[in-house]
C-alpha cells in the first residue's frame, strides 16, 4: 500500500479510492521515464547555474494536455526553447541549461474547489492528469485512470523529446530551419535570420578550421513540472540501483508550487525525500525566514544545482520583497539557483474575463530581477516562462501587438495564458541585453 497523503494539500477529491489504489499499484511497477543519472547530470548543470556560471532556460505549457501531445505541438515546442536558448547563447556567451515544462505538467493547483456556470456548480479542472476541462458532471469527475494517460503521454512526449534533441533537429547547423514554419513576419524572427546567419559563418569557420565539436550535434533538454499529485510522484519514486537512493522518475526536476510550499506540508516532505533537484516556487508573501527554513529543509548539506528559488513576485513587487529574501539566503552561505518566473505574479483578467499577461510587464519583472541581483553581487541564474510554439493570441503586446480584442481569436490554453512563438523569441532577445551587460 501506498502512503496516503492526507494532509497534502490541493488533492483531487478522487470518488473511487479502490480505483486510485488499483492505479497506484500498476504505476509503481511501470519503467522509470527518466534514469537517476540524467537528474544528477542535470543537478551538475543548475549547480553551474548557481555560481553563476551557467543561465537557466526552463519553459513550457502552464498545463500541459492529452489532445496537444501531438507531434507538431512538440515540435514546435521544442524548436521554440531551441531558438530561445541560441539567442541567449550566442547573445550573451553563456552555456544555457534547457528544462521543458513537457512531460508531465498535467496537474494543477486550484484556487477554489469548486466552479460555477450559469447557476451550475461543478468541480474546479486540475488538469487533465485530474479531470476534463470541458463543464460536465462526467468531463469534471475526478477520474484515476487519467494518472496511467498521464504516464503514458508523458512516455511518448518524452520520446520525441530524445529524438529531436539527438537526432538531428538539435544540430546547430540547423539553426535556420528552427525559424521555419512560424509567421515570418515578427521583427523578432527577422532578428533571429540574423542572428542564425552569424552562427552558420562561426560554424563554416570552425569546420574550415577542422573544428567540428559533437556539442554542436545534439543538445539536451531535460523535463520538470510540478510535484502536486503526491499519489503520482509517489508511485514514480525508486530506489536507484547505483546509488541505493530515492529518485523521483516522472521527470528529472521536479518543483513545488507557490500553493503547496509550507514547510510542514507534504509536498515539502516528499521533495525533501528525493534526490533530483528540486525547485520552489516563492511568491511575494514569502519571508526570508521561510526561504531560509525551506533551504535547511531542502539542501541541508548546501549541495550545488540541488535547490532552486523559483520567483514570482510580480513586476509591482519583485524589486521590493526580492531583495531581503536573496540577502538572508546569501548571508547564510547557501549555494541556491534564483530563477525568475515573470509570469505568475502578473496575471490578470481582461475585461472579457480571458485570464491574460502583459508582454511589457513580463519583461519588466526580468528586469527587476536583474536589477536586484545586480545590487546584491548575486546571479540572476535563469528564467521559467510559461510558453507555447503556436501562434496563440493569449498575452498582450509584443511586437505583434496583441490588443484585448484580438485575445479570443486563438486563446487556447487549458490554464494560464502563455507567451506565444513570436513573443518567446522577442523575450530572449531582450534577456539575452540584460544578460550580456549583468
Ligand atoms: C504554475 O507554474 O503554473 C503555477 C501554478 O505557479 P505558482 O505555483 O507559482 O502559482
Ligand atoms: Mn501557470
Redesign the pocket.
Known sequence: MTQRPRDAAQQPDWPDRAALDAVVAQLAVLPPLVFAGECDALKERLGAVARGEAFLLQGGD??ETFVDATADSIRNKIKTLLQMAVVLTYGAQVPVVKVG?IAG?FA??RSADLETRDGVTLPSYRGDAVNGLEFTPESRRPDPGRLLKVYNTSAATLNLVRAFTQGGLADLRQVHSWNQGFVASATAHQKYEVMARDIDRALAFMAAAGVDPEAFRTVDLYSSH?ALLLDYERALTRTDSRTGLPYDVSGHLL???????ALDGAHVEFAASIRNPVAV???PTTTPDDALALVERLNPDDEPGRLSF?T?MGRDRVRDALPAIVEKVTASGATVAWVC?P???NTFEAPDGLKTRRFDDVIDEVLGFFEVHRALGTHPGGI?M?LTGDDVTECLGGAGGIGETDLPMRYQTA??PRLNHAQSLELAFLVAEMLADR
Do not use: F, L, N, S
Request: hydrophobic share 20%; charged share 40%.
Open positions: 502552464c498545463a515544462r505538467q494543477k493547483p510540478e518543483w513545488v508550487g507557490e500553493r503547496t510550499r516556487k516563492i511568491g523559483v514570482r518566473d509570469m505568475h505574479g521559467h510559461e490554464c494560464d
